[in-house]
């Protein structure tokens, strides 16, 4: 059965901190994506990663960072969390190519911050 | 710039009964796929059926069914014989040939009551 465990369900951070959301995938997939979840706004696009240590920038990527090091870790990084980041995040990943189209998505980490 | 719209941000249905969420996209692309996620209140997102946009006949996959209009670029989704575990929010989401990024509507809150 296919897997993508993001670290947390739930968080909770003070303004200014440092944040991790951490994401693995068991697939052996080449593209892992970090989206944010808000209501009346669906899913938007923060970072992608296409490769090791590759990586691009979506939609909204500002206060956000990313990292990966090994091909099923992928990390966001808020550098100085605010609460206008306080929302839902979902970790994706998925093959390449068009033999094989869906993604596959983790639980999601609700994150506030206070 | 590529667009999803989903116009209807809630709707019901009573159980057994048939419901059709609505879905518009903006592309210049012509080789694309368009999918329907579905996000139960367990939060785990889970592909319910895609499109193809050069195939002409309109997927299904069992109670679920979509109305592909290309022309007209849009992509409803039907789901027929309703039942209670269909409440969740559904996002329509669409995907270029050349990339593996997801682009999201803002969802459709589904709610099936007895």
């Known amino acids: 059965d296919v897997k993508v465990t993001q670290s947390s369900r739930y968080l909770v951070k003070r303004t200014g901190e440092k944040v991790f959301l951490e994401c693995v995938q068991d697939m052996d997939h080449e593209n892992m994506f970090w989206y944010r979840q808000d209501p009346g706004l669906g899913l938007r696009l923060i970072y992608f990663s296409y490769d090791v240590k590759m990586k691009e920038k979506g939609d909204i990527p500002e206060g956000y960072s990313v990292s990966r090091e090994k091909k099923e870790r992928f990390s966001l990084i808020l550098e100085s969390a605010s609460t206008n980041q306080t929302s839902m995040y979902l970790c994706?990943?998925?093959?390449?190519?068009?033999?094989?189209?869906?993604?596959?998505f983790g639980q999601g980490t609700r994150l506030t911050v206070v | 710039a590529q667009t999803v719209t989903q116009s209807q941000p809630e709707m019901s249905v009573q159980e057994a009964e048939t419901v059709t969420l609505s879905c518009t996209y903006d592309?210049?692309?012509?080789?694309?796929?368009l999918f329907w996620y579905k996000q139960p209140p367990s939060r785990q997102m889970i592909l319910v059926i895609r499109?193809?946009?050069?195939?002409?006949q309109n997927a299904t996959e069992n109670r679920f069914s979509v109305n592909f209009q290309k022309a007209a670029k849009s992509f409803s989704l039907k789901i027929s014989d309703s039942q209670l575990g269909d409440t969740a929010m559904y996002f329509c989401?669409?995907?270029?040939?050349?990339?593996?990024?997801?682009?999201f509507g803002t969802g459709t809150r589904l709610q099936v009551f007895p």
């Open positions: 592309t210049s692309e012509s080789n694309y796929y």
């Open positions: 989401a669409f995907m270029t040939y050349n990339t593996d990024k997801l682009i």
């Open positions: 499109q193809e946009a050069y195939k002409q």
């Open positions: 994706a990943s998925k093959t390449v190519g068009r033999s094989n189209t869906e993604a596959f």
